[in-house]
């Protein structure tokens, strides 16, 4: 299970250009078009929660967001208005200067949500296409190990050419005191087809999977998996959470999301899952319905709470 509560935290988009080329970006076709949010927003948002106190937590996200020079102040900002948390996500790129971190930290930002891609530098710079990406990302999670008062957490996206990869993945990691969460987020192509050949079978990523949840929770941590098959995790399904905290976006990118088409089962009138997302368009191109592969779960095993 997750160790953070996503109703609590509100995300805003507010930067969308980005300094590496990840293969497995699901936007790259949008960036251009997409807009930010605006300042008045970010102030109107502030504003409504110091009124409300409906969030704990104030997610800074983008394509990249540590290209906002402003982005210390844009933190300074949020935590002055009363969240308690600013969490950005980010490539990490930028961390791997540490006085960068610190003045990160000491605006206020206490949350780095960092993407990993690969399990050591040659597999993720093959992915990101920067080379020397993944040691500045490395240096920044370990800068950060030693700062007080700040959690981290990493994002996995499973692709065909990164499942392999994950329990290394874990391992690479496993000297990080305040790496609190890892999340394995399994790659949908935002299109009905897998353009890019990236999306990976379910039963092909399944032991990978398991291997690289059991042994993350094995050395402390939260995990959470997106968009895979709840019945296919059998014992570890409560890994499974697709629920995300409100995100503040361009409404352009919700035509771009709904092309995926998730929700497709052909067990999904007699399955109790409630996390579950099902398969997508490009899945079902690709895979097939897999009828044979997934299984109804059944009301007796439904998990109680996710
Ligand atoms: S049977 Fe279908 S809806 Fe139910 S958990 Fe499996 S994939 Fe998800």
């Avoid at 104030?58 to 002055?80: C, K, M, Q, V, W």
């Avoid at 949908?188 to 690289?212: C, I, N, Q, T, W």
Wanted: hydrophobic residues 40%.
């Amino acid at each position: 299970m997750g160790r953070y509560d996503h109703a609590a935290y509100v995300s805003l988009t507010m930067e969308f250009r980005c300094n590496l080329k990840c293969v497995h970006c699901m936007i790259e076709g949008t960036m251009d078009r997409l807009a930010p949010e605006s300042d008045a927003h970010f102030e109107e948002l502030l504003a409504r929660n110091a009124r409300e106190k409906r969030w704990i937590g104030l997610i800074l996200t983008g394509s990249e967001i540590t290209l906002r020079r402003d982005l210390p102040d844009l933190a300074r900002r949020a935590r002055a208005s009363g969240f308690r948390h600013v969490r950005i996500q980010t490539h990490g790129m930028h961390l791997g200067q540490a006085s960068y971190c610190r003045r990160l930290v000491e605006a206020g930002v206490d949350e780095f949500f960092v993407s990993i891609a690969g399990s050591d530098a040659a597999t993720h710079d093959a992915l990101t296409l920067v080379p020397g990406s993944f040691e500045r990302a490395l240096r920044g999670l370990e800068t950060l190990d030693a700062m007080e008062g700040v959690a981290t957490l990493t994002n996995t996206v499973v692709t065909e050419r990164s499942y392999r990869l994950l329990p290394d993945l874990v391992d690479r990691l496993s000297h990080l005191r305040r790496l609190t969460q890892m999340e394995f987020w399994v790659y949908f192509p935002m299109s009905e087809r897998d353009e890019k050949g990236l999306v990976p079978r379910h039963g092909d990523v399944l032991p990978y999977l398991r291997e690289a949840i059991s042994r993350a929770r094995a050395q402390g941590r939260a995990v959470e998996v997106k968009n895979f098959p709840e019945c296919l995790l059998g014992d570890l399904g409560d890994a499974l959470v697709n629920g995300q905290p409100e995100l503040h976006i361009d409404p352009d990118f919700w035509t771009e999301f709904a092309r995926n088409g998730f929700y497709q089962c052909v067990h999904r009138d007699a399955c109790a899952s409630r996390e579950c997302l099902g398969l997508n368009t490009a899945y079902i191109e690709k895979f097939g319905l897999e009828a044979d592969l997934l299984s109804p779960i059944s009301r007796r095993w439904q998990r109680t709470s996710a």
